[in-house]
Structures are given as structure tokens and as C-alpha cells.
């Protein structure tokens, strides 16, 4: 019998017929897979998404539910989809949630800083929402400064995060910024390019950073995740969700906390 396996048109375009027309037939396909948007077991005899994980030199394709995500095609960068192939084959050690990795960014005292990130889930009202907070580890420059000011908050402001004054209301959307998972991990946080370029990426994780499967499971019911930003020694390495709302409240009160909601790019 052949597998239940649903191609997209922009999969279809990228591997080609021939290469379509095998996975359809299911020459190419396994029986069983680990679903790359909750990661439990998937068979190709219920409905299957192909998934395309595409970087600069390399793809690697992927099977997901159906009932999880769509077929589609999720750009990466090469230096994702090789950590990607490596957590595939059992060769990269994951961590618990929360975690903290992040790129470098200029601090102000002319040491490096880097954005650590904190997963976890924010109820909004009566809704549960997937959250992501940024808190760098040093005071942030302007680029192309070295002054001693922290200049964190300002940027952001800038590039359309808005202030929070209560934690009860969402955030508004900032277009073109989204998170981006793959493989059922967290990988970056995106922001606009230039015209006619990719997106690039603001944080990006060492190493894919693990999520909780209640946190996957609400940013793919929800699709966008709440992204929460504050200056170094707002926020901290909270525990338990609970810490890290009464820490993101007390933020919000000395007027020292942004946000934004984003789309949730990957799986």
C-alpha cells in the first residue's frame, strides 16, 4: 500500500518530480519516523507531511503528522541544517528546558556579551501562550559605539518592540521578526533583510536549544510566540514558569521590559 504522504507544491518544486513522484509511490520513504514538529513516533500509514529543511549547500527531509504541521519547506542556515543532521543521527546532546545560548552581541564596557534565552509559557488573559525572554548578559552598544551606556531597550524600541506595562495584555505583532524551530527545537530569532534577501538572524543558538513539550505543543496550536526583552539583571535564569512571570511583572513595573509577538516559522 502505499504511504499516506502529502507534498506540497513548494516541496514538489524543490526535489523535483521524479524525486515527488518515488516519495508518493513510497520508494523512498520509511515505515515509521519521529515527527519532526512533536517528536513521537509517525507512520506513513496515516497522513504524513514531507518536511524540507533547506540550508546554502545542503537538504535534508524530514516526515511530520499531518495533524502537526503542513508539508513545507523550512529555510535554514547550513551551520542549522548540519546540527540538524547531527541531532538526527544521535550525535548532539540535548539540554532541559529552560536553556540559555545565544549569538554575541557589542556590549557596552568593550567586553563580549551574549542574548541568553529562557523558554517557557505566559497565560494572557485566559489563553496560554509560548514565550521567549531575552535578557543579554552585559550592557549593549549602539553599533559602531563604545560608549557606557546601555543602549539594549532604545534598539529595540527602534526596531518596533513596544514597551510592557502589564503582563494581561498580548503583545502587538512586529512584521517581518519570527521565531524559527526545526526538528522540534528552537534555532533563532529572525529579523527583517534587505529587499529580496532572507531574513537573518538576531539570536541564534549555539546549539538548538530544546523546548518543553507543552511549549511546542501551544506555539503549534498558537503559531507565534510572545518574544520578551529586558536589559542584563531584569529578568534572570528563572526555574519554573511561575519565577519567571513574577520576575517579567517586576520588569514590566520599573518599565524596563519590551515585547513583541512573532510568527512561528519550521516546526
Not at 22 to 34: Q, W
Not at 43 to 71: I, K, N, Q, W, Y
Not at 184 to 203: F, M, R, Y
Request: charged share 20%; aromatic share 4%; hydrophobic share 40%.
Amino acid at each position: 500500500m502505499s504511504p499516506m504522504l502529502d507534498v506540497s507544491d513548494e516541496v514538489r518544486a524543490e526535489i523535483g518530480e521524479a524525486e515527488a513522484a518515488k516519495l508518493i509511490a513510497g520508494d523512498t520513504v520509511p515505515d515509521r519516523y519521529d515527527c519532526t514538529s512533536c517528536r513521537t513516533p509517525g507512520s506513513t500509514d496515516e497522513r504524513t507531511s514531507t518536511v524540507l529543511f533547506v540550508g546554502s549547500e545542503t537538504a535534508v527531509l524530514a516526515f511530520a503528522h499531518a495533524a502537526c504541521v503542513p508539508s513545507q519547506i523550512v529555510r535554514v542556515s547550513e551551520e542549522q541544517i548540519q546540527s540538524a543532521v547531527r541531532t538526527i543521527s544521535g550525535e548532539a546532546a540535548g539540554a532541559s528546558a529552560p536553556a540559555e545560548s545565544g549569538s554575541p552581541s557589542v556590549p557596552a564596557d568593550g567586553r563580549q556579551a551574549v542574548l541568553g534565552v529562557t523558554c517557557g509559557q505566559v497565560l494572557v488573559g485566559e489563553t496560554l501562550h509560548p514565550a521567549v525572554v531575552v535578557e543579554p548578559t552585559g550592557p549593549i552598544a549602539r553599533p559602531g559605539t563604545t560608549g557606557g551606556g546601555d543602549e539594549f531597550l532604545p534598539l529595540l524600541i527602534e526596531a518596533g518592540f513596544m514597551p510592557v506595562t502589564e503582563l494581561d495584555k498580548k503583545p502587538g505583532p512586529l512584521p517581518g521578526w519570527s521565531v524559527l524551530m526545526a526538528m522540534g527545537k528552537l534555532h533563532a530569532v529572525l529579523q527583517p533583510a534587505e529587499e529580496g534577501q532572507q531574513p537573518t538572524s538576531w539570536w541564534q543558538a549555539h546549539q538548538p536549544l530544546p523546548v518543553t513539550d507543552e511549549w511546542r505543543t501551544t506555539a503549534n496550536r498558537t503559531n507565534s510566540v510572545l518574544v520578551y526583552a529586558a536589559p542584563a539583571g531584569s529578568i534572570g535564569q528563572q526555574p519554573r514558569e511561575d519565577l519567571m512571570r513574577d520576575a517579567l511583572e517586576r520588569a514590566a513595573e520599573r518599565g524596563v521590559l519590551v515585547a513583541a509577538t512573532m510568527p512561528l516559522a519550521g516546526t
